[in-house]
């Protein structure tokens, strides 16, 4: 079946630093690609998300772009923030009888130092 | 519009004790799914629905039972706890359109089996 897998964490950075998290999928069709990312003690939230290869996805100074020939879909953003530390996943969505899934990575830690 | 909520929020059971979570949806989607979250190994799915009545088995669907009687319902149901179940669950709606089929999450509930 499908599968992500994304770079291993924790990931820990200083405040302004370049981000970049690893996400590489393996996939029978064309998926939709997603990252989610958790804060503390809270459910998974959409950050960015694309539909086809090329598409660049971008939210709150993150970007992501689906790159089609190298499978992957790493998440990028100039310069992080305290406010950043959280819990990010890579996903694809797949179809699979008849019903529309998610498949996740197993997700990165990221901690971002003043 | 609350989105996607979760009851209970925390939750101590002692092996062999059964309970139900519930997640309730507000946005009309069709498809409903559940998930369960532990270190290190991402978000995996548990049952998943496609529509009012109608239920189907994920990942990890063992010692699980799920019901959705009422669209808007989705029900997990642990009917003799193990310490194995001891996991972070969430619950997560979409609506099939559009193409992108990003999911919407609640914020979860903890639950330990002692």
């Known amino acids: 079946g499908d599968s992500v897998t994304q770079m291993e964490g924790p990931v820990t950075l200083s405040e302004e630093a370049f981000l970049t998290i690893n996400c590489t999928y393996t996939?029978?069709?064309?998926?939709?690609l997603f990252w989610y990312v958790q804060y503390p003690g809270e459910g998974l939230q959409l950050l960015l998300k694309a539909t086809k290869a090329d598409d660049k996805g971008s939210n709150k100074g993150f970007e992501a772009t689906y790159r089609k020939e190298t499978t992957s879909f790493h998440l990028e953003k100039g310069s992080v923030q305290v406010s950043d530390s959280a819990v990010y996943f890579c996903?694809?969505?797949?179809?699979?009888?008849?019903?529309?899934?998610?498949?996740f990575g197993q997700g990165t830690r990221l901690t971002i130092n003043p | 519009n609350a989105g996607v909520t979760q009851t209970p929020k925390f939750r101590v059971l002692k092996t062999g004790q059964s309970m139900t979570l519930l997640c309730a949806q507000d946005m009309n989607h069709e498809y409903m799914y559940w998930y369960r979250q532990d270190p290190g190994m991402g978000l995996r799915l548990i049952h998943y629905?496609?529509?009012?009545?109608?239920?189907a088995k994920g990942e990890v669907p063992d010692g699980y039972n799920v019901s959705r009687l009422k669209k808007q319902n989705f029900l997990l149901g642990l009917e003799s706890a193990a310490p194995s179940q001891t996991s972070v669950y969430f619950c997560?709606?979409?609506?099939?359109?559009?193409?992108?089929?990003?999911?919407?999450f609640g914020p979860g509930t903890r639950l330990t089996v002692t």
């Open positions: 997560a709606s979409t609506q099939p359109a559009g193409g992108s089929y990003e999911q919407y």
């Open positions: 996939a029978t069709g064309y998926p939709s």
């Open positions: 629905s496609v529509g009012e009545g109608t239920t």
């Open positions: 996903a694809l969505s797949e179809r699979d009888q008849g019903a529309q899934k998610l498949v």
